[in-house]
Structure formats: structure tokens, C-alpha cells
């Protein structure tokens, strides 16, 4: 599929001081010409988890795969390029689809995967939009009989032995602000944890600080594609995340990711890795430690 390079591993943070402290040494000496991307060698073949971040231009698109269930969150834009990704894993069923929200750059993809494979079930935030993409989602989703899950805040799902998914958010969200219906997905892999954020904004955010305990996690996805209107420093102190991915496209007319929103993931010391300049980025885990591989250096 393509050559991943940048490998950047980091330790659970259950590890010992004194073995955090010499990697941190290590990444120090082992810097590469970009800032956001270290090497440090691991010898774990044991890798048993992987999120894909995938690269499908200015949209969002996760697929997580575990020895049970596999989850793809979103799928970027219309033919942009989801399909042939997963096809090219030789995926042929997906237990979980997660539509995060109405807008296309989020559902538009998710049309051709509903045609393409074999999909369980949909968890969708189950508010209206009148775009034809929207209507094309849901017809796709009637004409195969998929399930359909309206997703709200403390649902669980088990994806194997020791991985789960809770959804933090929404409550009750409305049309009028499509962003801040996002369905929201805490994901737990072993002792490795990941939340995927969709859209959603500041509003969005607040709510969820209701729960801090539950937002602290090692992986983030970025909300709304590095957008100054998400990732405020509230919610960024209680997430505290070691990585951060924003998906977006190179040149994108939004700007995205925007300063204000970059400079609030630096100052809580997170290493941010973007598809607008590292392509896809996947992490893999065995449950306590992790590695990230990006397409691009």
C-alpha cells in the first residue's frame, strides 16, 4: 500500500520512571528534520490493535481494528478514496460504523463502504440534514437492512476480550448545530486509549467536562480538523493526550488546522501528527505499548 516510515513508540503511563526516563533520552538524540515525528526502535511484534487515521483529503475518516470487532469511524468525502483503503487491508466486513454527524466530508464516503462491504451495524447521532449526501447516506443504509443505532452518551460496546467502546457523546443534540451533535467514542485497547472527537466544538466539549475522568486518554483525535471553535484548554487539561492527529487537507480553503488551536495542543506538551502533511497515520498496540507509523516523513 505504501512504505510507513517515522515509527514514534511511546510507553503506557503505567511505565516505571526510571524506563520513561531513558526513553525520553533516546527521542531527544533521535530527532528527524520534522518536529512532530521521532524514531525509537522496538523489537514488539506482538501488535494486536491498529488505528488507521486515514488520510482521505479535508474530511475524517479512523478505521480501528481488534481481535474481535472492527470500528470504522466516518469516511471522508464522496469517492475520496475510503473504499480502496480498506479494500486494500482486504477488508470484507465491518461489525461497527460510527457517522459522527450529517456533514458530507464525514458520511459522503460512508455511501460507497455501505455498497462496498459487509456493515453490522451504524451508530449515527440521529439529527436531520437536507443535503443530498445526507439522503443518499440513509437511503444506502435502508436498501442493505443495516441496523441503525441512534447513539447517545454511556453506551458500551465490547469489541474483544480486552477492548471496549463508550460513547461520551451527544445527549441531546439538535440539527441547529450540526457539529456539536458529534457522536463522540472513547476507545479502550488493553491499557491504551483513544478518544475521536468528530466535530465537535466548544459546546460539545463543555458537556463532556462533566466526566473528566473519562477524558484523559493516551491518542486524540483532533475536533473539527484543528479548528480554533474545538479543543479549547478546558477540555485539552482534562484530555491530556501524549498524541494528537488532526485530519485535514493540504491547502484546504478553512484554513485548518488554525494557529490558535495548534498553539493550545503544544502548550499541553502533545506530539501532533497531520494527514495534510504526515498522510495516513496508524497507530499499533499490544495493549500497553503503542507505536505510530506515518505514510510521509
Known sequence: MFKLNAIFVLFS?????????AASFFVLYSCSSDDNVFIIPSDNDEFIYQVHFIDVGQGDAIYVVTP?????????????????????????????????????????GLIDVFHAFEVGEVIDPGVSHTTLTFNQYLSAIDYHSIPFVVGRKGMEWQLSEDAHMVLLHPVNPSSDHLNNASVVARITLGEVTLLLTGDAELAAEDQMLSDPELLNVNVLKVGHHGSWTSSNEAFLAAVLPE???????????????????????????????????????????????????????
Open 68 to 108: 474481535g470487532k472492527n470500528v470504522l469511524v466516518d469516511g471522508g468525502w464522496r469517492n475520496g478514496g475510503i473504499r480502496e483503503y480498506l479494500q486494500s487491508l482486504d477488508v470484507e466486513r465491518i461489525d461497527i460504523v460510527i457517522g459522527t454527524h450529517p456533514h458530507a466530508d464525514h458520511i459522503g
Open 243 to 297: 498524541v494528537s492527529v488532526i485530519q485535514c487537507g493540504a491547502d484546504n480553503p478553512y484554513g485548518h488546522p488554525h494557529n490558535v488551536a495548534l498553539q493550545r495542543l503544544h502548550a499541553v506538551g502533545t506530539e501532533i501528527y497531520r494527514t495534510d502533511i504526515h498522510g495516513t497515520v496508524i497507530m499499533e498496540s499490544d495493549g500497553v505499548e503503542y507505536k505510530i507509523s506515518t505514510e510521509k516523513e
Open 13 to 21: 503511563k503505567k511505565t516505571n520512571l526510571l524506563f520513561a526516563l
